[in-house]
């Protein structure tokens, strides 16, 4: 069994209930998803999303004292980069098929 | 000393929150799509970073404080780079004849 984390229990409480916070703010971007006049718009919730994601998940790791979900963190963290990262590529070939010399190498 | 580190961490934490909250209410409220993305990288930079301070105190070990370390420098870099590629295709959206 891991040793909790050096604050007492109203600690990790407390770290619990920031990361509790920070899901239900990244929940209420969501709202970006179902409104957003362009991809973009919701694209850049989605990346909210993953960034808020990855701090919930520090602070939940910190409370728990358990260092397996750092790694998770760690993880989610380099996936939503490559989100982010295939949107653009599609949306500027689909935008602009024309113009593609990002392509050409 | 330790409460001294704890009161460290809840300020900083509380911090980093209230800017996911800034974060969440400029994505929702801003007009166009660049100012949204303003907001959303002050979600990403400053939040996750006061998060990350405030998390150093409370970690065990040197091993666990240069994971998140390594998370802070990870998430820096994708989202400033993601950044500017969201707002080069918005742009080269936006200036399309």
């Known amino acids: 069994m891991r040793r909790r984390c050096r604050g007492s229990g109203s600690m990790a409480d407390f770290l619990q209930s920031a990361a509790a916070f920070i899901v239900l703010m990244v929940a209420l971007g969501l709202v970006r998803v179902a409104r957003g006049p362009g991809r973009a718009d919701r694209m850049m919730a989605a990346q909210l999303l993953g960034s808020g994601a990855v701090g919930a998940l520090l602070l939940f790791g910190a409370a728990s004292g358990d260092s397996a979900v750092f790694d998770v963190a760690l993880t989610l963290a380099l996936l939503s980069a490559f989100a982010s990262i295939a949107f653009v590529k599609f949306a500027m070939r689909q935008d602009q098929p024309d113009d593609d010399e990002e392509h050409a190498g | ?97």
């Open chain 2, 1 to 97: 000393m330790s409460r001294l580190l704890d009161l460290f961490s809840i300020v900083a934490i509380a911090a980093g929150a209230f800017f996911y909250l800034a974060g969440t209410v400029g994505l929702l409220r801003f007009p166009d799509a660049y100012s949204r993305l303003h907001a959303l990288t002050k979600a990403d930079n400053l939040g996750l970073v006061l998060v990350v301070i405030g998390l150093l105190p409370q970690v065990d070990g040197v091993l666990m404080a240069l994971k998140l370390l390594l998370v802070w420098l990870l998430v820096m870099l994708s989202s400033a780079a993601v950044a500017q590629l969201i707002a080069r295709s918005v742009r080269r959206k936006d200036t399309r004849p």
